[in-house]
């Protein structure tokens, strides 16, 4: 039913419009290592899509694939209907994706704001030396921006945290902040690589909620990598399963839910 | 000075805008910016929520719910609602929906104001149990557009609706026109700790007169700035961000969240502040962790002037003579600690501190008076309009709680119940007429529930006790025992104490150690244990908590009325009290009859005389399982002092 290029509405009222981004046979080889292999499957304009797997099976080479940090030896990659050439990773950013890492990568001696503001290169104009002498369109810049970093601070409930060090904040924290740092791009397409690993049930459900008030308010599209199921299946609106850097199952959480090939691969199967 | 058109919060903010409309009447910290509202604009948001309720057809004296953190929004809100003819019912943003269903059934809200999603989720869940409620406002959008909005509106929404409609505004004029002095002002209900929340009802009288009234107490003025992060449905805090703030015009300011509190209490730095000891106390434990971080030098430095303070500090504050090179260190201690302490605080600019609610620790409420704060406390209720008591400039002490608030006449009834008649007392509990007339007479004088006696010198009254826990020992003298437990638990070794002695000839005293502090001090002392039983046990612990105790004998012994409650002999508890054992509720307040039951053997040991008592004592492990323990405690004598010249020279 949904691959249908049309857009649909979900049943909770959100509109999923057509590909946004669409990968085409991709396979990536390290050496005589293959991580992926043959896959293709798309995004869709505002959707949560989901990527999952057992360890190994690819899933990070895959966004690195998506944020143009690895070049895929074969296959293509379509963004917005175009065929998008091998980029450098700020290339990408500059089309609108910005990512989370599966290990925190934030400056630890900066301070929230800073990190979150840092977000907002890719929007800068003003030149080096207008910055340093903080004039024209330097002041006026660094303003917007930090309305912009004011209102993600806000949205991420971070504001007693503003001023704080990366550094001496708890895990669950720099995890928001890295998402904020994100959202500063203001990206089309989110990348998130684990944003729940390591966390307790609590801080889970506060990043779901993050997760899904992005979606919602900023109509922004978002691709995960994520190990809990529970999770998963409540947040996204497709999923695509991995084993082995081959793709085993693709759609809606109930569909994969009841896909054998991924029962079989996250319980085993007897080889009798 | 009650002219006509001041006989309403809605005609004090008219009279506001008009006089000084330019000033500032909220400001809200928000995307790190504080954004203000001045009285003209807070006049003009007013009306329109208060035209927006008309277009959902409020009528006069319909109660309508408020639930959310301190946002302007939601202040105006509440005086929105009394301008359209309604009555405010404020409700603790933290109750669960259970707590809430109770509340909304029992004013029976129609209209519901939440502050964000989750509070609209909670009424949203509540629903489906009370009937009453049939729309529902919101202020904070996020995550709330997907929502169903037949019957949800957002504020903004709701207000362009209002004004829009032209047909409200004579209704609006007419509505305000009928609020007098005898109107509805609020309702709010009491925090429930014994039965069912209550609906106090308050009228504008009570509301204004009282704000007026304490407000000439303390000479509040427009000038005044005060932080609002106290639960809106509080008393406290409806008197001073409504009650006073529209009396005088100062301006209420709201934090940016719950978590800024501190940071936006420094930005701001009130002159006029109210807070719960608890508040203090976490401050004043902030501050000495770290002062023993700091430093040797800044250490040495703190602690110097410090002591000055101490003994310099609260006799300059209460106006009274300082010799001349005191004055001059104490000159020097400001602009080398003190000055930058209470600035780090948010507290420099205090010039009226009030503390309120339960008792203060003595060194707690010093610490903060030595360094120039005038800290004060005030005795009140909701059914006061809070204020009863209130301590005058100068006249500060840590043991009692002042002189009654202009305007509030006192009397102890015969057994010492503390009775007050004033301009702020309640007009009734809704729906409750039992209740009402169990608390006030018909010429208007209500039972506190408090025990308590009015020192004959100073005048000031001084609390003792829950009227209910206060007895008579068997020579007839007075027996409260939260009096001394109070004066004991403040002792950071001690975590509480129950006192024995109600119809006995003399007092005794059960008490658990502090494990955090007193388990710190045998880690610095290389005193090794392997439990709390047994560092319970200690001999050195015995003798510390027996020099608490006869310190505590001493003080209490200067008190004519009280000196009969000196503890004669105590022990120490092999186990904590404890909420699954049933002996404390789970707000952790003792309670003495299973207390009395479960450990006869040993009460009745602290009255034979023996000097040590074997026992064993069940107790439940959190799982729900069932376990014993036995024990062998020592019982010990503490010296106690006699009084009896002073009561036979009277």
Known sequence: MKDTVDSYVTADGRTIGGVMMEMKNITLRFGGVVAIKDISFDIREGEIRAIIGPNGAGKSSMLNVISGFYHPQEGEVWFRGQRRPSMRPYQVARLGIARTFQNIALFEGMSVLDNIMTGRLTQMKSNIIQQAIWWGAAEKEETANRERVERIIDFLEIQAIRKTPVGRLPYGLKKRVELGRALAAEPKLLLLDEPMAGMNVEEKEDMSRYILDVNDEFGTTVALIEHDMGVVMDLSDRVVVMDYGKKIGDGTPDEVRNNQDVIDAYLGVSHD | MTVPDMGSIPALLRRNAQSFGDQPAYREKEFGIWQAWTWAEA???????????????????EHVAIIGRNRPELYMSMVGVQMAGGVPVPLYQDAVAEEMTYVLDHCGARIVIAGDQEQVDKVLEVRERVTGIEQMIYLDTRGLRKYDHTHLHSLKDLIAKGKAAADLKPVLQSRGAALDMQSTCVMLYTSGTTGKPKGVVLSNHNIIETSRN??????????????????????????????????????????????????????????????????????????????????GLKRRMFHYFMDVAKRVGPALLDGKAVSGSDKLLYRL???????????????????????????????????????????????????????????????????????????????????????????????????????????????????????????????????IDRAKDVGKMADGSLFAPKYVENKLKFFPNILEVVVFGNGRDMCTAFINIDLTAVGNWAERNNIAYGSYQELAGHPQVLSTIQAHVEEVNVSVAEDEMLSGCQ???????????????????????????????????????????????????????????????KATLELRDAKTHQVAQRMAAE
Not at chain 2, 436 to 448: E, L, M
């Open chain 2, 214 to 295: 304490s407000s000439d107490f303390d000479h509040l003025g427009q000038g005044e700035e005060v932080l609002a992060y106290l639960p809106m449905a509080w008393v406290g805090d409806f008197i001073f961000s409504i009650g006073q703030a529209y009396w005088n015009g100062f301006c209420v300011n709201c934090p940016e969240s719950a978590d800024t509190m501190m940071t936006d209490l420094r930005e701001i730095g009130p002159t006029y502040y109210f807070a719960p000891p608890r508040i203090f106390e976490t401050q004043l434990t902030h501050v000495m962790i770290r002062m023993e971080d700091a430093g």
């Open chain 2, 333 to 463: 201690g400001e602009i080398l600690v003190y000055g930058p302490l209470k600035n780090t605080l948010g507290l420099s600019k205090v010039r009226v501190g009030y503390t309120a609610g339960e008792a203060i620790g003595p060194e707690i409420f010093d610490f903060y008076r030595s360094l120039g704060i005038n800290l004060k406390q005030l005795y009140g209720q909701t059914e006061a309009s809070v204020f009863i008591t209130q301590q005058k400039d100068h006249e500060v002490r840590p043991d009692t709680v002042g002189t009654p608030t202009p305007g509030v006449e006192l009397k102890i009834a015969e057994n010492g119940e503390v009775f007050y008649r004033s301009p702020g007392v309640f007009q009734e509990y809704f729906k409750n007429a039992d209740s009402t007339a169990g608390t006030k007479d018909a010429d208007g004088w209500v039972a506190t529930g408090d025990a308590g006696f009015i020192e004959a010198d100073t005048g000031h009254l001084r609390i």
């Open chain 2, 567 to 629: 503890i004669h002999r105590f022990l120490v508890l092999h186990k904590e009290l404890d909420p699954d054992d049933g002996e404390m509720t789970r707000t952790r307040k003792v309670r003495r009859r299973i207390v009395e039951e479960k450990f006869a053997d040993l009460i009745a040991a602290l009255y034979d005389g023996s000097s040590s008592v074997s026992t064993v004592t069940e107790v439940t492990y959190e799982d729900g399982r069932k376990g014993a323990i």
């Open chain 2, 43 to 61: 006049l003009d948001e007013v009306e329109g929520i208060a035209l927006g309720l008309l277009s959902l057809d409020l009528q006069p004296g």
